[in-house]
Structures are given as structure tokens and as C-alpha cells.
């Protein structure tokens, strides 16, 4: 089983372009979490896809936006870039809403210049 | 709405050294409490959870918390660290909401530990 992946694992966008970020869950989960953790932070939930939909949202602008697809992977899309995007990306997948059980993948490293 | 306070940024032992990595939330209904562990570069990994079962709650690692309801609190300890303990923990508290538990995180506490 190869866990939680994510990719890319780095990426370097400039301030107003829009970036996309891919998740696949682990095997045999089917809700996907994303977070953006800045440095020195703790994560800070984005939003959550459980059926191909967004079940809950964090304090994000719209300019934050998601897909979760029929094999329960998932893309993150972040629109009109600003520096202080600068974070690392973190995806999160259980089997369940509880997240009692959550694995998280290495993230994607986003360095908005 | 849910919160957690990690106390210290920084905790720096010896090896071999009792771990303490305090952890205070405050919800207003029973929440469900977790700790992390992050290394460099790299996602989070469950070290153990609380979701109403057993008050001391054993995880990977020789890793153990106690909830306080009284407290409001998690402290994380290991009774001897190891070097490879060095890392991020992160605490986190979760509470129903629209179907789901979100976890909130804390800010991280930052173990290090000496030769």
C-alpha cells in the first residue's frame, strides 16, 4: 500500500498564476482533507471532498477551490496567487468523516515568488 | 469554536530523559484529541488519539497522553527519550460538525534531544 501521495513534491509559481495540486488517498479511504500548513505553523484545514463533494470548509478564500474525483483522488486549485500562499500543502485521507483514523501524505512544498 | 494552546515552541531534553509536551484545548462539547508527530520535510503521523475510550491513551514510539477533562488537557510524555524522537508534535482537537471532525492543530512543539 502505498499510503498517502501527493505531487508534485515542490513547485515554484509566481504572485497571480494559478497552481494545482493532486492527491491519491490511501487504499480504501474515501474522504479526502487538505491543509496548508505555513512554516512555524500547524496545519490549518482547507476543505474536505466526501463524494465528490466538499463537505466542510476552513476560513479560506474562494480563490482556494477542489475536486474530488470517482476514485476518490483529489486536486487542490489555488487561484491568483499571492507570496503569502507560501505554505506546504498537506492532503489527508480516512476512511471515514471522523478522521479518527487520518493519514497524511509528505505534502507538496508551494514557494510563491 | 474549538482550540488548542501548546505550551513552550521549544522543549529540549537529554536522551534517556523524561518527555513532557503539554497540551491544553478548550471545546464546548467532548472532543475527540490527537497528537502528531512531523519530521523534516516530511506529513504528519498519528501518535495516538482520544476519542472517549480509555483516559490514558497508549500510542506508537513508547508514546502516552492522559486527558484531563478536568485540566482541559493532553500532555504527551515518553518515560526515556531517544534521539530519533527528535522532531515536530503538533496536537490537534477535533469536535462534530456537519457530519465530520475537522481537527484543529496547535502551533507545534519542537523536541530536541542532547546526546
Known amino acids: 500500500d502505498a499510503g498517502v501521495t501527493q505531487s508534485p513534491t515542490h513547485l515554484i509559481k509566481t504572485r497571480g498564476q494559478q497552481v494545482t495540486l493532486r492527491c491519491s488517498p490511501k487504499?480504501?479511504?474515501?474522504?479526502v482533507s487538505w491543509y496548508q500548513q505555513a512554516l512555524g505553523q500547524g496545519p490549518q484545514f482547507i476543505f474536505q471532498y466526501y463524494e465528490e463533494e466538499e463537505r466542510q470548509r476552513g476560513n479560506f478564500p474562494d480563490r482556494f477551490s477542489g475536486h474530488q474525483f470517482p476514485n476518490y483522488s483529489s486536486e487542490l486549485n489555488v487561484n491568483a496567487l499571492l507570496l503569502g500562499d507560501s505554505a506546504l500543502y498537506l492532503c489527508?485521507?480516512?476512511?471515514?468523516?471522523?478522521?479518527?483514523?487520518?493519514?497524511f501524505g509528505q505534502g507538496t512544498r508551494l514557494t510563491v515568488v | 469554536a474549538q482550540s488548542v494552546t501548546q505550551l513552550g515552541s521549544h522543549v529540549s531534553v537529554s536522551e534517556g530523559a523524561l518527555v513532557l509536551l503539554r497540551c491544553n484545548y478548550s471545546s464546548s462539547v467532548p472532543p475527540y484529541l490527537f497528537w502528531y508527530v512531523q519530521y523534516p520535510n516530511q506529513g504528519l503521523q498519528l501518535l495516538l488519539k482520544?476519542?472517549?475510550?480509555?483516559?490514558l491513551v497508549k500510542g506508537i514510539n513508547g508514546f502516552e497522553a492522559e486527558f484531563k477533562k478536568s485540566e482541559t488537557s493532553f500532555h504527551l510524555t515518553k518515560p526515556s527519550a531517544h534521539m530519533s524522537d527528535a522532531a515536530e508534535y503538533f496536537c490537534?482537537?477535533?469536535?462534530?460538525?456537519?457530519?465530520?471532525?475537522?481537527?484543529?492543530f496547535g502551533r507545534g512543539t519542537s523536541l530536541i534531544v542532547h546526546p
Open positions: 487504499s480504501g479511504h474515501d474522504t
Open positions: 490537534a482537537v477535533s469536535v462534530p460538525s456537519g457530519g465530520s471532525y475537522i481537527p484543529t
Open positions: 482520544y476519542t472517549s475510550a480509555a483516559t
Open positions: 489527508a485521507s480516512s476512511w471515514d468523516r471522523s478522521n479518527t483514523e487520518a493519514f
